[in-house]
């Protein structure tokens, strides 16, 4: 009679020990999924790469646009509005390449390329990390393209593309390097390895001239694509002319990774991660070859 309270331990103890060998479990296979996922972080191909690939396909969807176009105009309006619409295509053909490369259109604008090995793209956030508050930074060297800097009137400066390698991004933790690859930029993907932003507009110039040892500050608006999101967002930017071959400056913007239909993962010991990040820009840039 005594013993009978004794023979119910067992099974609850049992109970106990299965149920924190299913969230052991869980939580294993949770972290063995996103380390298998994220990949080894290593770039499929250079930015310089990325970026003669992405002017290539430009350049072909835009003579198959064109091309598109004059079939149709030759086989359904007179001849008369063919040579008109061919008229206005080469206009606005020439306009275009204008604006995207004002050093080879004649203007006054100069051409400097952005230095990988010595420039930086970087994220910042924060989060709970095993209880503990956390500043988290990612940072990448992958990152390229090309600024068009006119001295004399620096708003008719023109910024090419930038693109930032996502899949070399890299924090202090190998776990949440795997994650930021496998779940959350998705960058193990082939298609979404690079992060993309296509400048339009240039505003709110600090000076009407550029000067070797002076700051230029202004703002740079355009549309920032990561994985498959784009959005209109505005970067803060700080430019200087370190010598009449090379620039320096940053640029950052604050924005909202759900914006971008990111999120994060539910993983063992991180909690209360900032819906904010801070995304900046770094470089050197010096005289195109």
């Known amino acids: 009679m005594s013993n009978e309270p004794m023979r119910g331990i067992p099974y609850l103890l049992v109970l106990l020990l299965l149920v924190i060998a299913l969230a052991g479990g869980a939580a294993a296979g949770i972290l063995g999924y996103i380390w298998y996922t994220g990949g080894s972080g290593e770039a499929s191909l250079s930015v310089d790469d990325a970026l003669a690939t992405r002017e290539a396909n430009d350049a072909a969807m ?21 040579i008109a619409i061919a008229d206005a295509v080469d206009t606005s053909v020439a306009a275009a390449m204008e604006a995207q490369a004002p050093a080879e259109s004649g203007s006054a604008a100069v051409e400097f390329s952005i230095v990988a090995a010595e420039s930086e793209a970087s994220f910042t956030l924060e989060e709970d990390l095993s209880g503990v508050r956390t500043t988290v930074i990612g940072t990448t060297t992958e990152l390229g393209g090309s600024i068009f800097v006119d001295m004399a009137n620096p708003s008719n400066s023109v910024i090419g593309t930038i693109v930032v390698n996502a899949r070399t991004l890299e924090t202090d ?76 400056g940053s640029a950052s913007v604050n924005l909202l990774h759900a914006d971008f239909g990111l999120t994060i993962p539910e993983v063992p010991r991180v909690a209360n991660v900032t819906d904010d990040v801070d995304l900046k820009l770094e470089f050197v840039a010096r005289l195109a070859e």
């Open 173 to 248: 933790n190998s776990f949440r390097n795997r994650a930021l690859r496998s779940q959350i930029l998705r960058s193990a993907q082939d298609e979404f390895e690079f992060i993309v932003f296509e400048p339009r507009e240039l505003s709110n110039f600090s000076v009407d001239s550029v000067t070797v040892g002076e700051m230029l500050s202004f703002d740079i608006t355009g549309d920032l694509t990561v994985t498959d999101v784009t959005r209109s967002v505005t970067f803060e930017a700080m430019v200087m002319l370190d010598s009449e071959a090379q620039i320096s």
């Open 62 to 82: 835009a003579d198959a646009v064109g091309t598109a176009i004059m079939d149709t105009a030759n086989t359904v309006i007179a001849d008369a509005v063919a």
